[in-house]
């Protein structure tokens, strides 16, 4: 049984380039379950190698993972942080859903991304959470109409480290709990089921998600299985 493994040590630092890559720059000095926030970053980084804009205001963070991980791990803990920020956003009224892989959405705005990177082959030497939720940010620029916050939503103010707070003891229940629930509750949050997609240039509807992240994506002409690093759903902001 695992208690109090996520964030039993956390580090929060005024600036960092990235979160990530100061866990990765450290990991040989930091707990399994360290928690590494920045209240900005200078050089945030998001999947597909997009920046993550990192102004003061949201919540930044890395959560290391040293043990008992190996290549099937990356999903599951997929699993287990969109769920643990879709508990901690409903905790302060805020309905959101996931869009697959690891993309939390109020509406169809993104209000929370998650970029997970790992180090090693089939025996992982570490896996690395990153998470960006959008707290205070009101403006987004050019992605106003792609993308949300919790203040944006709820009209206030929130403390970053209030919410992160929430987020740990979400995870408490979470690293504990039956990974057979923990999907059933990412399916049920999830958006993607039955909509179309568009995969190597031909039309196909999301038949299901299976227990290991794989797609099920099907057309007239055919079934296929598409791997979760292999795909991405831009088109549902
Ligand atoms: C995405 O593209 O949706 C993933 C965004 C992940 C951003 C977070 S912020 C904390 C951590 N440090 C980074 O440089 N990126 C992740």
């Known amino acids: 049984?695992?208690?109090?493994?996520?964030?039993?040590?956390?580090?929060?630092?005024?600036?960092?380039?990235?979160?990530?890559?100061?866990?990765?720059?450290?990991?040989?000095?930091?707990?399994?379950?360290?928690?590494?926030?920045?209240?900005?970053?200078?050089?945030?980084?998001?999947?597909?190698?997009?920046?993550?804009?990192?102004?003061?205001?949201?919540?930044?963070f890395s959560i290391v993972l040293k043990e008992g991980i190996n290549r099937d791990s990356i999903f599951k803990n997929i699993i287990r942080s969109t769920i643990a920020i879709v508990r901690t956003l409903d905790s302060f009224g805020i309905d959101a859903s996931i869009k697959y892989p690891n993309d939390c959405l109020v509406g169809k705005k993104k209000i929370s991304g998650v970029l997970i990177e790992s180090q090693g082959s089939s025996k992982l030497e570490y896996i690395i959470i990153g998470i960006g939720i959008n707290v205070n940010q009101l403006n987004f620029d050019d992605?106003?109409?792609?993308?949300?916050?919790?203040?944006?939503?709820?009209?206030?103010?929130?403390?970053?480290?209030?919410?992160?707070?929430?987020?740990?003891?979400?995870?408490?229940?979470?690293?504990?709990?039956?990974?057979?629930?923990?999907f059933k509750e990412y399916i049920s949050k999830s958006v993607v089921i039955d909509k179309?997609?568009?995969?190597?240039?031909?039309?196909?509807?999301?038949?299901?998600?299976?227990?290991?992240?794989?797609?099920?994506?099907?057309?007239?002409?055919?079934?296929?299985?598409?791997?979760?690093?292999e795909i991405s759903l831009k088109e549902f902001y």
């Open 196 to 229: 179309s997609i568009i995969y190597k240039e031909e039309e196909f509807k999301i038949i299901n998600i299976e227990y290991d992240g794989t797609l099920i994506i099907k057309n007239k002409l055919s079934e296929q299985r598409v791997a979760y690093s």
């Open 143 to 182: 992605l106003n109409n792609k993308a949300t916050s919790m203040k944006l939503c709820l009209k206030r103010n929130f403390n970053v480290i209030d919410v992160l707070n929430v987020f740990i003891e979400n995870c408490d229940s979470i690293f504990d709990s039956n990974s057979e629930l923990l």
């Open 1 to 60: 049984m695992v208690i109090n493994l996520i964030g039993k040590s956390i580090k929060i630092f005024e600036e960092l380039d990235s979160t990530n890559n100061f866990v990765k720059m450290n990991v040989s000095n930091l707990d399994n379950g360290t928690i590494i926030v920045a209240k900005k970053q200078t050089d945030g980084r998001g999947q597909r190698s997009n920046k993550w804009l990192s102004k003061e205001g949201n919540l930044y």
